[in-house]
């Protein structure tokens, strides 16, 4: 497969032009081929349905604050008939785990926070 090639098929994935790569494909052709290689071996097992995968990657891209890939696994959501409203539970859930990271990483700051009230 010539790189013209995996980009098209990007594109056909993606519905549109995978702008980052194609940048990418112009500084280091084999960078681009070892992330396709990368998303073709995390995709490959069965044991969860391609659905369930690509609503990982939305989430985890949403978490992670990467505007393109979030937009990116949307549009390809959209285009694998996946629903609006299952897009949108997608992110609520997200939205959520990504919320309650900050209790969690304020932990040690709450027990200080009770540590002064014990005093």
């Not at 010539?2 to 494909?25: D, R």
């Not at 097992?45 to 604050?65: E, F, N, Q, W």
């Amino acid at each position: 497969m010539t790189i013209e090639q995996l980009l098209q098929a990007m594109s056909n994935e993606f519905g549109g032009e995978p702008e980052t790569m194609k940048i990418l494909s112009q500084l280091n052709e084999q960078a681009v081929f070892e992330h396709a290689a990368n998303k073709n071996f995390a995709m490959a097992g069965d044991r969860l349905p391609a659905k369930y995968k690509l609503l990982i990657s939305l989430a985890v891209s949403a978490a992670l604050g990467s505007e393109r890939c979030t937009k990116t696994y949307t549009q390809v959501a959209m285009n694998k008939g996946i629903s609006k409203e299952e897009v949108m539970e997608t992110l609520l859930v997200t939205r959520f785990v990504k919320a309650t990271t900050v209790f969690s990483d304020a932990t040690p700051a709450m027990e200080l926070l009770l540590s002064f009230e014990k005093k």
